[in-house]
């Protein structure tokens, strides 16, 4: 394992971790304020309880996306099918946007011609990426981790 991927994962644990603790925090001082009874108290301690719910939502989805994508480019790596035209990765590990730029019609042009493959909507999410657009590279994630689920329940990505 990289070094930069170790990096990665004891970041994505530690603020895991910290707003774990958030949470708990935050639920003792929800369970406080509605066990006084008065209205207004009550009121803040359910929105209390529903705002770290739906942080503790938005985190698993976020470590899923994380572990099923991670998982998805594995796999490409393992079939040495990553994209080889975004040249040399720079000082801060990022390939250089202009040679990404040049490169993204190409696995574009992949990902429209064979809509139903995972392996070319991932190959796009790492250009997309590359190109600076993170959103998009997140969404073509996305259907590349439902196209591989959807291609064989009985398998995870990366299997």
């Known amino acids: 394992m990289s070094a930069a991927r170790i990096r990665t994962i004891a970041g994505v644990a530690l603020m895991a971790l910290l707003l774990i603790l958030y949470f708990v925090f935050a639920g003792v001082r929800a369970v406080a304020l509605i066990a006084t009874g008065t209205p207004i108290a009550v009121t803040m301690g ?26 998805l480019i594995d796999r490409l790596d393992a079939e040495e099918a990553l994209p080889d035209d975004l040249g040399e990765a720079g000082p801060t590990g990022k390939a250089d946007r202009a040679v990404a730029d040049a490169a993204f019609p190409r696995y574009r042009a992949e990902a429209e011609a064979d809509p139903e493959s995972w392996r070319a909507w991932a190959r796009l999410g790492i250009v997309y990426d590359a190109c600076g657009d993170r959103s998009r590279a997140r969404a073509a994630l996305r259907k590349a981790i439902r196209l591989r689920s959807g291609s064989d329940p009985t398998r995870g990505p990366g299997e």
């Open 46 to 71: 359910v929105a209390l309880l529903i705002l770290p719910l739906i942080g503790a939502w938005a985190l698993v989805r976020e470590l899923l996306f994380g572990w099923h994508s991670t998982a």
